[in-house]
Nanobody, 120 residues
Framework: QVQLVESGGGLVQAGGSLRLSCAAS????????MGWYRQAPGKQRELVAA???????KYAESVKGRFTISRDNTKKMVYLQMNSLKPEDAAVYYC??????????????WGQGTQVTVSS
């Protein structure tokens, strides 16, 4: 089993920044691919950023240049630094763990989600 606990969401003005954190337990963290998803009301859940066990990263086009995903295997933590936030970034953000790049989009373990609200 894998347990994921997220934190760092909140209210921020457009143009501001937030850093989301995800603490993992119950597995060998360094062997897992990790991702951040988000879901806004009435919209599908989308993959925002992902990082592999080898520290390779991928980003959705909408957040490239603004968001940065990182991981600290010693602390078993994954982070999402969000800069230049826009109202369209508002959503519930979820941390996810899976066995690899392809598995991340199909199966894995989810955190509980953390709310990000961006005001104009």
């Amino acid at each position: 089993q894998v347990q994921l606990v997220e934190s760092g969401g909140g209210l921020v003005q457009a143009g501001g920044s937030l850093r989301l954190s995800c603490a993992a337990s119950g597995s060998i963290f360094s062997a897992n691919a990790m991702g951040w998803y988000r879901q806004a009301p009435g919209k599908q859940r989308e993959l925002v950023a992902a990082i592999s066990a080898g520290y390779s990263t991928k980003y959705a086009e909408s957040v490239k240049g603004r968001f940065t995903i990182s991981r600290d295997n010693t602390k078993k933590m994954v982070y999402l630094q969000m800069n230049s936030l826009k109202p369209e970034d508002a959503a519930v953000y979820y941390c996810k763990s899976s066995s690899g790049w392809y598995a991340l989009t199909k199966t894995g373990y989810w955190g509980q989600g953390t709310q990000v609200t961006v005001s104009s």
